[in-house]
C-alpha cells in the first residue's frame, strides 16, 4: 500500500506561478511512473506530466509543455510540479498518482492523491 498526500494548491492571477507537492509513503519502489493529472468541472480528468522514476524523464502534455516542470526529491520521497505562465484554462483540481508503467492513461495507475485545487482568474 501507498499513500500520496498533494499540497500548494491555491488562487492565482494569469501569469502566476505555483508549485505543488506529492508527498509518498508506504510502499513505492516498484513505481515507476510519477505523474500529475488535472480534472475541470464537466471534464475527463487529462493527463498532464510524467516523471520516469529510474531515468528521470519527463513527458508533457501539449498544452503545458514549457510552462509546467516536474521532479522528484528522492531524499523527500516527495514529486514536484512547478507551473509558470498559469492560464484560466489551468484551472482544475490536480491529482498526483503513481504506478508500474509508464503511460499517460489514468486508468494505469495504481494509487492517487486526494487532489488539491489550483484556480487561475483573468
Known amino acids: 500500500q501507498a499513500e500520496l498526500v498533494e499540497s500548494g494548491g491555491g488562487l492565482v492571477q494569469a501569469g502566476g506561478s505555483l508549485r505543488l507537492s506529492c508527498t509518498l509513503t508506504?510502499?513505492?519502489?516498484?513505481?515507476?511512473?510519477m505523474s500529475w493529472f488535472r480534472q475541470a468541472p464537466g471534464k475527463v480528468r487529462e493527463f498532464v506530466a510524467l516523471?520516469?522514476?529510474?531515468?528521470?524523464?519527463?513527458r508533457y502534455a501539449d498544452s503545458v509543455n514549457g510552462r509546467f516542470t516536474i521532479s522528484m526529491d528522492n531524499a523527500k520521497n516527495t514529486i514536484y510540479l512547478q507551473l509558470n505562465n498559469l492560464e484560466p484554462e489551468d484551472t482544475a483540481l490536480y491529482y498526483c498518482?503513481?504506478?508500474?508503467?509508464?503511460?499517460?492513461?489514468?486508468?494505469?495507475?495504481?494509487?492517487w492523491g486526494q487532489g488539491t485545487q489550483v484556480t487561475v482568474s483573468s
Open positions: 498518482a503513481i504506478g508500474p508503467i509508464l503511460s499517460v492513461s489514468s486508468s494505469m495507475y495504481r494509487y
Open positions: 508506504g510502499q513505492t519502489a516498484s513505481m515507476n511512473a
Open positions: 516523471f520516469t522514476r529510474n531515468t528521470d524523464g519527463t
